[in-house]
């Protein structure tokens, strides 16, 4: 069960050593659902700040584009191809707590056989260095939004038609409904 709502206050007890956590949850939590876990003996609880998800059709539509562009004849490519080409050239690079996630290889091992998505960042005679890129299905709504503009230019410059300026607006801003703690 997912909800979404704001945490609103933190106790100790003293006697137990042990937390009270509350929270405001916004309409439409299933009050039924939520009430069946106080018979549960425990939960396993993650909490993360709520960010606004792209939207369904910026996803279809930005591999629309990278089809096309895969298909031009000047690129005569795949689209997977073309999908790692865009995020070494526009993606976001994942980051935590200590910084961005980075690995150091021998200079000749082939990152394609690593999973993920990875950027050199410092080539050397014995080792390289990579930064990883998140994939777009983890992009949250702004960096979607700029992907997709980065995409659109690129086709553009190959002459490949693309949806007028307020179509695609129309498109970013579209969010979904259904909006999750991720």
């Not at 935590?96 to 950027?119: E, L």
């Not at 260095?129 to 992907?147: L, P, R, T, V």
Request: charged share 30%; with cysteine; glycine share 6%.
């Amino acid at each position: 069960m997912e909800l979404l709502g704001k945490l609103t206050s933190i106790v100790k007890s003293f006697d137990t050593d042990k937390f009270t956590v509350s929270f405001d949850l916004e309409n439409g939590s299933n009050l039924e659902e939520l009430s069946q876990m106080k018979e549960v003996d425990r939960l396993d609880i993650k909490l993360s700040k709520w960010h606004k998800k792209r939207s369904l059709d910026a996803n279809a539509y930005a591999w629309v584009l990278m089809s096309k562009i895969a298909q031009h004849k000047d690129i005569r490519s795949s689209k997977d191809d073309v999908y790692e080409d865009m995020l070494q050239k526009y993606g976001y690079l994942y980051e935590d707590d200590d910084g961005y996630i980075t690995i150091t290889v021998k200079s000749g091992i082939d990152m394609g056989k690593v999973s993920g998505h990875w950027k050199l960042i410092k080539a050397g005679d014995k080792f390289n260095a990579y930064a990883m890129i998140k994939g777009s299905s983890e992009y949250d709504s702004a960096e979607m939004a700029q992907f997709i503009d980065c995409i659109v230019c690129e086709a553009k410059e190959l002459g490949i038609e693309t949806l007028p300026p307020e179509e695609l607006e129309r498109m970013k801003n579209t969010w979904q409904t259904n909006y999750s703690a991720s």
